[in-house]
């Protein structure tokens, strides 16, 4: 296997699918139309954007839980169904992702008991030391998931993950559904785990603060395609792309006052009939002839890519 | 009766509430006080299980009779005590005194029916106006809230909306009969951050403009921080801090509220482990005595064990915390 080729690249994805609601049949879904973005081995890589930009889609397709309708996943530079990589994927909710009728351990060890081959025994030493190593206490693995609260299940859901001994865990919003002193315990225990694991993290969020603090490189989605990608600082305290600046403006600060927002600027399109040209040109405030053409991604400066003909190579004086 | 700036138009006052459960009562408040002025744009910050939610909803009565137990303590709301009113009375009071904004919109729309005739149903079960007045009246406060076609917005169905769109409906219903205080219980908690941010300049534009008193709910620091003039911490159905939104977020007396801050990753080095408050929430059926903050409190020591009261540690704010007290004491 070629050493160079980076833990996780993904080329030109396309996830379609139909929805068959209502009388009036199917409509298609353009969930993720056309991303391309690799992870090194060790890396942290966060995908930010709002509800309907496809950022889910996009991490079920990496773990394989949604098939992919156009470009290719690649592990090691394999194909992903014939990679012997393990990627595992943490979901936003620990409520409904463990199966309220089984123990802790044996929640733990069920990617094990499915591969087959363990004995109880090993397996109950096996999800002692998982739950030890995510911060839970041996006698807590007899224990059943509604006798946890959520940040402890959230622990639960991660030594899960950890026992594949995966390289790429994926983390589709693992502290959303968390309180924030909460949270602070599962970002320390992410961070943890990385060092320890040389894990490599496609984290997923709508939370920029949470992205900044825990990624080296971010890929911004807006309608199912990356709009800004770079090292996660330089995008986020300093954004090209028209719409990562919308969207950084509006998170809430403790240093800025509100916001104010126009409210075309604040309502996402549909993603059952793509726009075109330039995706986010009808919510754009500097929207401009040109933006009816369609865009591309290239490089301004450094590891920066943007998808906006106006964003050109030389940085903006700071504003 | 019209409320001048700075009447107190709801006093909470040392309230203790608990929930029987079939394993005991849980002690959701102990010993609440908020006061909210007219005029004013108050903040609620605590986590869950503070008692955030349960304060204002036991303050309009709104929890189920047989559950919640009211120990100790009172409730003003314009004056007059809510648990003593007759259900008529009552209903005079929330709608048009008072007004509430829940989290899901979804939740508080009828499916079934177009929003203008919600919208109008409404403002006519509060005020006297004909149908064509009212109808006029809806699609201003539409208009307000920057919907761009009112008159489209009024014939569609709530599923047609989005979720900011079903948002903007019902703020623009919370307003829609003039009251003086609007409680507002995590309103954009389930929007995103650019809706929200338009969802909360809506929020306080009309709050001036109208001179209406809002509570509002929330699980986040910086939300309150920018909307809020002034705001109160919760920490296991007490207030941990009150005071202006400027003094609380420039130096947090509060343990709690200075860990509560801290532990955003917002302000910590990037991969630095962030400030993690240990332990969790105290059993509510058995509560400690003492500060409840106390078995995850760096700070605490042997005076912890008895409650501390809220007490002015400078002009603008108030803290219950034994240390700051004495350092207000020494001073």
Known sequence: MNSDQPLLALEDVEVRYRVTSGWFGGADVYAVNGVSLSVAEGETLGIVGESGCGKSTLGQAIVGLTPITAGSIRLKGADRAQSNTHIQIIFQDPQSSLDPRLPVWRLITEPLHIRGGYSRTQLIDRATELAVSVGLRPEQIDRYPHEFSGGQRQRIAIARALAVEPELLVLDEPTSALDVSVQAQIVNLLLTLQAQRKLSYALISHDVSLVRHVADRVAVMYLGQIVEAGLAQEVLDGPRHPYTRTLLEAVPSFERPLATIAPRAGELPSNRKLPTGCYFRDRCPSATAGCELPQILKAVEGARTVRCHVVTGALEAPR | ?331
């Open chain 2, 1 to 331: 009766m019209s409320a001048q700036r700075g009447d107190i138009l709801l006093d909470i006052d040392d309230l203790s509430l608990e929930f029987r459960t079939f394993r005991g009562a849980v002690k959701a408040l102990n010993g609440i006080s908020i006061k909210v002025r007219a005029g004013e744009i108050v903040g609620v910050v605590g986590e869950s299980g503070c008692g955030k939610s349960v304060t204002m909803m036991a303050a309009m009565r709104l929890l189920p009779k047989g559950s919640a137990r009211i120990t100790g303590g009172a409730v003003r709301l314009f004056g007059s005590d809510p648990m003593k009113l007759s259900e008529r009375e009552l209903q005079h009071v929330r709608g048009r005194q008072v007004s509430t904004i829940f989290q899901e919109p979804m939740n508080a729309l009828n499916p079934t029916r177009r929003i203008g005739e919600q919208v109008i149903e409404v403002i006519r079960r509060h005020q006297r106006l004909s149908n064509a007045a009212a109808r006029q009246k809806a699609i201003g406060l539409l208009r307000d809230m920057l919907i761009s076609e009112p008159e489209r917005i009024m014939q569609a169905y709530p599923f047609e909306l989005s979720g900011g769109m079903r948002q903007r409906v019902l703020i623009a219903m919370a307003f829609s009969c003039e009251p003086k205080l609007i409680i507002a219980d995590e309103p954009t908690t389930a929007l995103d951050v650019t809706v929200q941010a338009l969802i909360l300049s809506l929020i306080r534009q009309k709050a001036v403009s109208t001179g209406t008193a809002v509570v509002f709910i929330s699980h986040d620091m910086a939300v309150v921080s920018q909307l809020c003039d002034r705001l109160y911490v919760l920490y296991a159905g007490r207030v941990a801090e009150s005071g202006t939104t400027a003094s609380v977020l420039a130096a947090p007396a509060h343990p709690y509220t200075r860990a509560l801050i801290r532990c955003l990753p917002g302000l910590a080095a990037p991969k630095q482990p962030l400030e993690q408050i240990p332990g969790t929430l105290p059993d509510m059926l058995n509560p400690p005595p003492g500060c409840l903050f106390r078995a995850r409190c760096r700070e605490a020591d042997e005076r912890c064990v008895e409650v501390p009261p809220l007490s002015a540690i400078d002009p603008s704010r108030r803290a219950a915390c034994w240390r700051r007290i004495e350092e207000t004491e020494a001073a």
